[in-house]
């Protein structure tokens, strides 16, 4: 199912639409996480919802200061938020939606704002300058620089596309072959209908690993590189 909206003499992608639609699924999700919050009472142990978010941000704050360090605090918010956003995206085709990461344009714009925002966080950590140094000339002798410093602005760019046209790939990639599962079973059952049984029970195990288990791994990697990238923008240079 695609949806189509247009403003103006301006059409919405069902991608963007779909996007939108994630967008407000996360608003709606943190204003009734704030409600929660400022009304939990600290004198008293915590229940129901409450707790449960008391669990779940002590869970993500060990594991992402496993990957970024003590400072992981600062970074919790973004990272879940970034979470977040892509485990709902990637699984959106469970209800018959088009994933928003199936479109190049999410996914190189996901990934432009998460590198400002670690190029940010080492800015502000280090200073723009030292931030500079570490990040294209580190403790490379002078002779070198003029080898290293371009490999290191390469690098650097590249992360867009790693990041990227990776999220992409899989997840179109697994799209595509769930939708070829889908026609081969269909050609199956106009040819041998007394076959018509089996897509009703193989189905939901395609879907479980192309829509549930790729999407979170994707997600997975998306961040664990995100961290990553961050202890390193962050992090003195040896």
């Not at 400022?38 to 200061?65: C, D, H, W």
């Not at 030292?130 to 410093?149: Q, R």
């Not at 192309?210 to 995100?226: E, R």
């Amino acid at each position: 199912m695609e949806l189509f909206l247009t403003i103006g003499e301006q059409e919405l992608t069902p991608t963007l639409i779909n996007s939108l639609i994630v967008f407000v699924i996360l608003i709606l999700f943190f204003i009734i996480c704030g409600i929660t919050i400022s009304r939990a009472n600290p004198r008293k142990p915590s229940k129901g919802f409450m707790a449960i978010l008391e669990v779940t941000y002590q869970g993500v704050l060990t594991f992402v200061g496993q990957n970024v360090g003590d400072a992981a605090w600062k970074y919790v918010p973004f990272i879940v938020t970034v979470a977040m956003y892509l485990g709902i995206a990637n699984l959106v085709g469970l209800v018959g939606l088009r994933p928003p990461t199936t479109d190049i344009n999410i996914t190189v714009a996901l990934t432009l704002v998460t590198l400002i925002y670690i190029m940010l966080t080492g800015v502000f950590t280090k200073g723009f300058w030292k931030y500079l140094k570490d990040t294209y000339v580190g403790n490379v002798p002078k002779v070198m620089l003029i080898l290293f410093i371009p490999i290191n602005i390469v690098g650097e760019l590249s992360k867009i596309i790693s990041l990227s046209f990776r999220l992409f790939g899989n997840i179109v990639s697994g799209a595509l072959l769930l939708s070829l599962i889908s026609q081969l079973f269909i050609w199956l059952f106009e040819l041998m209908p007394l076959i018509g049984w089996m897509p009703s029970l193989l189905l939901p195990f395609f879907n479980a690993y192309f829509d549930v288990f790729a999407g979170l791994m994707q997600t997975f990697i998306f961040c664990t590189l995100s961290m990553l990238w961050i202890k390193s923008a962050t992090e003195k240079a040896a």
